[in-house]
């Protein structure tokens, strides 16, 4: 069983930035697809970035495409999120999550290992 652990969640101003870590317990998670969800109160958990097994190809939804970067450090055997030009609209508990499928990479059905979150909060 994975056990990942989030860190770096905090509060921000707006336009301001934030450094996410997941780092897995246990276990490496060298052949797992790793994504970041977000969920805010009232709302359904959505997807946020995904980085393939290698880090070679990476995907984010449209709300943070040019804002955020999702890279792996498969030495240290972490997964961050850099998140830049924080938006209030951004406030949400994130999620790391670990896939060992090839499909459904921008569902959270599609992962099979979950943090338990990390609190961001943006103020305007």
């Known amino acids: 069983q994975v056990q990942l652990v989030e860190s770096g969640g905090g509060l921000v101003q707006a336009g301001g930035s934030l450094r996410l870590s997941c780092a897995p317990s246990?276990?490496?998670?060298?052949?797992?697809?790793m994504g970041w969800f977000r969920q805010a109160p009232g709302k359904e958990r959505e997807f946020v970035a995904t980085i393939s097994r290698g880090g070679e190809s990476t995907y984010y939804t449209d709300s943070v495409k040019g804002r955020f970067t999702i890279s792996r450090a498969t030495v240290k055997n972490m997964v961050n999120l850099q998140m830049n030009s924080l938006k209030p609209e951004d406030t949400a508990v994130y999620y790391c999550?670990?896939?060992?499928?090839?499909?459904?990479?921008?569902?959270?059905?599609?992962?099979?290992?979950w943090g338990q979150g990390t609190q961001v909060t943006v103020s305007s």
């Open positions: 246990g276990r490496t998670f060298i052949n797992y697809r």
């Open positions: 999550a670990a896939s060992a499928k090839y499909t459904g990479w921008t569902s959270a059905n599609g992962y099979d290992h």
